[in-house]
């Protein structure tokens, strides 16, 4: 056991006495939280290494604290009330300290670890993702600290919750708790965040905090906190193990969620559209390569009931400390899918309509796109709305067998479109950067023969010499490799440069960004776009961003897809910059006139 302790602008660790160990070996209390765990293996891995119950999750000294401060919240309630307060004014008072513990409980328990990030180290909070996982050691903060860990910040994060919430006309926030299949939505906009499909074990993940909400509000909210857990048997998720296997419970989360979708789609309002939120990246794919599960279902439940998805927007709302994001492709942006009902007569087409309507509409909805703030790890998701903008609007396609097309086949189909879209714009390239995006789609910037580069340049109107003094690439006894960002001139001058090219731009825009920031990226940017010979195009650095990031993404590239998706993001400040950077007025000449002169 070590301890960690706050000393001069940095942590220090000492190590434990006897009395620090003798501290922790307190009774458990008697009068504290009870139940058991759910049985969900993947997410919960707890109980598989034996601790089955909820107080297994916490040391005695955590659940004595937590319970002291439990049992402090009806403490409150009753001082309120001594004090001349009202029984409303009571209930808010001790709502609020009870939502503190619970949410303390994330902090103080036996799954928390330490985290030693740079700058920054401190005890961590048992979800970091929406799972009960097994650790190996764990870090304990005390419960009077200020810094992270202690009571005092987990409740200061309640009230600052509460005043971004929106509130109705009358200035009151309205929540009410219904069955959405059943529920009126006559004279109602909606916008929804559903569950996805089998992705979140939401109620029994609920559970850790229920247990603490009920022992601490119980007497203030008996009817809301009547179940000893959190109620689960019409919870809309696809769980196998509650629905008698994959199968059931696939049909169980299809029907309900069609029912719910269905049911909107009765009262719904032809002048607005709804609003769906996603913002789980769909990456699993069958045997044929059809995007599976989860994003087929949804998409599938919305179009069977009705709906025709008219757009996608990318909203940039996930944070990118969160432990999915950490040196992954991560989804950076929430997707916003916008719904209006089809028509009754909508018409069908067949399969080749249906592609041909494809090509004819994706690739100046994929441009717009582009030349919008959607990253590049969000473009494949965002490319959809169009795709099933096309698709939705049929009240069938069929195939040529006569069956009905599936949202997978669809989706299919989108796919490989966005793929022939995109490598249709490496003609919009220059001859330098079309040779390097067929390089580095074969090679990433490894090492390959000069003979097949050469071959490749000719085939493009171009040279492997000519790129190389451009610092393009490196061309050395009989080797070619690309040039990385990092690897480029450290003293460069675009506007001097006889031959530039997009690939070059590009890729000095990424060393800058990362290596001196924002602001001299946009100095940069705007060198490079005012340059006489107009070779620096900024839309189509954009696109080459993009079009790289598909290939790295493909390739298990990760360290370049995040270097092509960074820049793409920073983009709107890049360009920002360049645009503030004051540009060199020109003086208008004079004649010298001379005494004597007509």
Not at 56 to 82: K, Y
Not at 163 to 184: F, I, M, T
Not at 308 to 334: C, F, V, Y
């Amino acid at each position: 056991m070590a301890i960690a302790a706050e000393g001069s602008r940095r942590r220090i660790y000492l190590p434990a006495d006897h009395e620090h160990s003798d501290a922790a070996n307190v009774e458990p209390p008697v009068d504290t939280i009870s139940g058991s765990l759910g049985y969900y293996p993947r997410d919960l891995k707890a109980p598989t290494y034996g601790l089955t119950e909820f107080t297994d999750l916490f040391t005695n000294r955590q659940l004595v604290a937590l319970t002291t401060f439990s049992d402090l919240v009806s403490d409150a309630r009753v001082r309120v009330l001594a004090d001349g307060g009202t029984e409303a004014y009571a209930d808010a008072i001790a709502t609020y300290l009870g939502m503190g513990v619970s949410r303390y409980a994330n902090f103080m328990n036996a799954l928390c670890q330490w985290r030693p990030d740079a700058g920054k180290e401190q005890v961590g909070h048992l979800f970091t993702r929406q799972a009960i996982p097994m650790v190996w050691d764990f870090a304990e903060s005390c419960a009077f600290s200020n810094s992270a860990g202690g009571w005092s910040p987990a409740f200061q994060f309640i009230p600052k919750a509460l005043e971004y919430l929106p509130s109705s006309g009358d200035g009151e926030g309205k929540v009410s708790q219904a069955d959405a299949s059943a529920r009126s939505y006559a004279g109602v906009l909606i916008s929804t965040d559903p569950p996805y499909y089998d992705n979140i074990g939401y109620s029994d993940l609920s559970d850790f905090f229920y247990v603490w909400l009920r022992r601490s509000l119980r007497p203030t909210h008996p009817e809301l906190l009547a179940t000893m857990l959190v109620p689960k048997a019409e919870e809309l998720v696809a769980n196998a193990y509650r629905h008698g296997g994959k199968d059931g419970a696939r049909a169980f989360f299809e029907d309900g969620f069609r029912r719910v979708f269905a049911h909107a789609r009765e009262t719904a309002l032809d002048d607005y559209p709804i609003m769906v939120w996603y913002a789980f990246k769909q990456s699993e794919d069958d045997d044929s390569g059809e995007a599976s599960t989860g994003w087929e279902t949804l998409l599938e439940g919305m179009i069977r009931s009705g709906w025709r998805i008219t757009a996608t927007w990318p909203n940039r709302s996930e944070l990118g400390n969160r432990m999915m994001a950490k040196d992954m492709n991560a989804l950076a942006s929430s997707i916003l899918l916008s719904l209006r009902p089809r028509p009754e007569g909508a018409p069908t087409a067949d399969r080749r309509g249906f592609i041909a309507a494809l090509e004819d509409e994706l690739p100046d909805a994929l441009r717009k796109l582009q030349q919008g703030q959607i990253a590049p790890v969000d473009l494949p998701q965002a490319a959809i709305g169009p795709g099933m903008a096309v698709f939705s609007r049929y009240s069938s396609v069929l195939e040529p067998d006569g069956k009905k097309m599936t949202v997978r086949s669809a989706l299919a189909r989108i796919n490989e479109s966005l793929d022939r879209v995109l490598a249709e714009q490496e003609g919009d390239f220059d001859a330098a950067t079309r040779f390097a995006i067929a390089w580095y789609r074969q090679h990433g910037y490894g090492v390959g023969r000069f003979g097949d580069a050469d071959s490749l340049a000719r085939a493009r109107n171009t040279s492997v010499d000519v790129m190389d003094r451009d610092a393009i690439l490196m061309s050395r006894a009989g080797k070619v490799q690309l040039l990385k960002p990092a690897d480029l001139p450290e003293e460069y001058d675009v506007r001097k440069d006889s031959h530039t090219s997009n690939w070059e731009a590009l890729h000095h825009l990424i060393k800058i960004v990362e290596r001196d920031g924002i602001a001299y990226a946009g100095g940069f940017l705007q060198a490079a776009l005012s340059r006489p010979d107009g070779a620096v195009d900024g839309d189509l650095v954009k696109e080459l961003a993009h079009l790289l990031f598909r290939i790295a993404e493909g390739n298990g590239w990760t360290k370049d897809a995040l270097s092509f998706n960074n820049l793409v993001t920073s983009w709107p400040e890049v360009f920002e910059v360049a645009r503030a950077v004051q540009k060199p007025a020109q003086e208008q000449g004079a004649f010298d006139f001379t005494e004597g002169d007509d």
